[in-house]
């Protein structure tokens, strides 16, 4: 006998179909013996699933088939890991042996789910009709008592099945939520093996998972924190505006205590809230990395990733023998914090130099390739010695010298602003009040992306134009036109800075609603090359 259910694999954070095909040969002999085989590339995980998924029937009340089973996870070029395959595995061992209908016929039932007169019909009286498993995609891990446990991937494995005209997915009832994001597709949520057999004979009675209102989910998305919170910095504050008017990259320079890492958390809550699109985008990312939260089916706020500056190579940018998201993917649409950036070893710094120019990882093994997204604002902090202060004399502009070297020039090229974050007085910090808002903040930010929107078209912000797009959308008064050449000779700027310079003048220059860049604007931008001048 034969079945076949359809499940998938997940490759980096996408999802490829895979069907779990079993064969039953339930006349061999006694005297061979119980025997089963997994092929198609498993991994020892996928091997262990056997034993889970015998215990898993056998304390729901089924049993395993009698004879020999051979197990095909196809298409059998593409390697399978994790405990995913226990679901499809299970279904299948019961199709095989007739517990759940196949091509036709009902199923001779058996197990926990007694039958009664009235098991067929639902509770207005009309006939319960069992999902047909051709139309649907399973996947869950098996505990031996027959629950089910939450598996990665889950959103992906939703759009899979809905690129591949499936009905709908049967999931571990912690991962409904995350499935019932994507538009158009049937989720079941079980918590059970006997669960998922009722709703494949028609003796359970349950509707798929109501899918949720997205909208209304990120417009109630508070910001972490508010940049009132924030005494003082106000000239940080207007260089984070222009950061987030452009989606430019940024550097804090100051010594320690001066609210760096405050208004790196609070950066979210000046950029535009998410889209529908994004977020799911995000929450792709998370569930193939294992990090979506409990309980949570959607990633409603753009996200802050603050690595610690003993981070390695592979978890900052990704990798493993399986490849996964690294910090820079799971800070997709959202801010990459790295406080003491002089601090990170210097390889793991250099690793970020074509991330930010391609917004994309690809990581390369001997058998496949996997890109991950990484479209992200890199918030960098940093003090301006060891020690964290500033001193006046010579051999503390020696010992500031020396600390700022660690940092590459081609790094810095691709840091569009860098900024001055001075001690805040005491009288700043003593004074009652707020200053500057997020809201406020955000108003000016938007305006600015809204302009554009209409110049550049949706999802191009300054910091993403290229050289020969600048020439078009940022066109310049002859007098700013000087001072930038003026500073490519006076700085020593390099042509990456001096597009870097264009882009922030051009958000400057939206932010005060001028269709032409003019010497303010450029003036300012120019301010923000704070270590082309320095180093």
Request: contains cysteine.
């Amino acid at each position: 006998m034969l079945s076949g259910v359809r499940s998938y694999v997940l490759q980096g954070i996408e999802a490829l179909p895979c069907e779990v095909e079993m064969d039953l040969d339930d006349v061999a002999t006694v005297g061979e013996g119980r025997k089963e085989t997994i092929v198609g590339l498993p991994d020892a995980g996928v091997k262990e699933a056997i034993e889970r998924v015998r215990s898993a029937l056998t304390n729901s009340g089924y049993a395993w088939p009698r004879g020999r089973v051979v197990i095909n996870l196809a298409p059998a070029d593409l390697r399978k890991e994790g405990p995913v395959y226990d679901l499809p595995i299970a279904v299948g061992a019961l199709l095989v042996q007739g517990v759940i209908p196949g091509a036709s016929g009902r199923a001779r039932f058996k197990g926990r789910l007694a039958r009664d007169a009235d098991a067929d019909r639902s509770a207005d009286g009309t006939p319960r009709e069992p999902l047909d498993h051709r139309r649907y995609v399973f996947a869950g891990e098996l505990a031996l008592d027959g629950r089910l446990r939450p598996i990665r991937g889950v959103i992906a494995l939703a759009s899979m099945a809905k690129d591949h005209a499936a009905a709908g997915v049967v999931v571990p009832a912690e991962n409904a939520a995350e499935a019932s994001v994507v538009p158009g597709l049937e989720v079941y949520g079980a918590r059970t093996l006997t669960e998922v057999v009722g709703l494949l004979t028609g003796t359970l009675d349950i509707g798929p998972w109501a899918a949720p209102d997205i909208e209304s989910m990120l417009r109630g998305a508070p910001a972490p924190v508010d940049f009132s919170e924030v005494r003082g910095q106000e000239a940080v504050k207007r260089a984070i505006v222009v950061a987030a008017a452009g989606g430019h990259n940024i550097l804090m320079l100051g010594p320690a205590g001066t609210g760096k890492t405050m208004m790196a958390k609070a950066l979210p809550g000046v950029l535009p809230p998410l889209t529908p699109e994004e977020a799911i985008e995000i929450t792709r990312i998370y569930s193939a990395a294992g990090r979506l939260p409990p309980g949570e089916g959607l990633i409603t706020r753009r996200p802050v990733r603050s690595p610690h500056h003993t981070a390695s190579g592979a978890a900052v940018v990704g990798g493993g023998m399986v490849p996964r998201p690294g910090e820079i993917s799971l800070a997709h649409r959202g801010v990459l914090f790295m406080d003491e950036l002089a601090e990170f070893p210097r390889d793991v710094l250099e690793t970020l130099r074509q991330p930010l120019e391609d917004h994309v990882v690809t990581i390369a093994r001997s058998h496949s390739a996997v890109r991950f997204p990484a479209n992200f604002m890199l918030v960098a902090a940093m003090n301006p010695t060891p020690k964290g202060d500033v001193s006046p004399d010579e051999v503390g502009r020696r010992a500031m010298e020396r600390y700022l070297s660690r940092l590459s020039g081609p790094l810095l090229d691709r840091i569009d602003i860098h900024v001055e974050a001075p001690a805040v007085p005491w009288k700043e910090l003593s004074r009652a009040g707020s200053g500057t808002s997020s809201a406020a903040m955000r108003d000016q930010a938007m305006r600015a992306r809204s302009a554009q929107q209409e110049r550049q078209g949706a999802g191009v912000p300054n910091a993403r134009l290229s050289g020969r797009q600048l020439d078009g959308f940022a066109a310049m008064t002859d007098e700013a036109r000087s001072m930038i050449g003026r500073a490519m000779t006076e700085l020593g700027l390099s042509a990456r800075a001096y597009d870097k310079v264009r882009r922030v003048s051009r958000t400057i220059a939206d932010l005060e609603g001028a269709e032409v860049v003019g010497v303010p604007h450029v003036a300012e931008a120019i301010q923000y090359r704070l270590l082309d001048r320095r180093v």
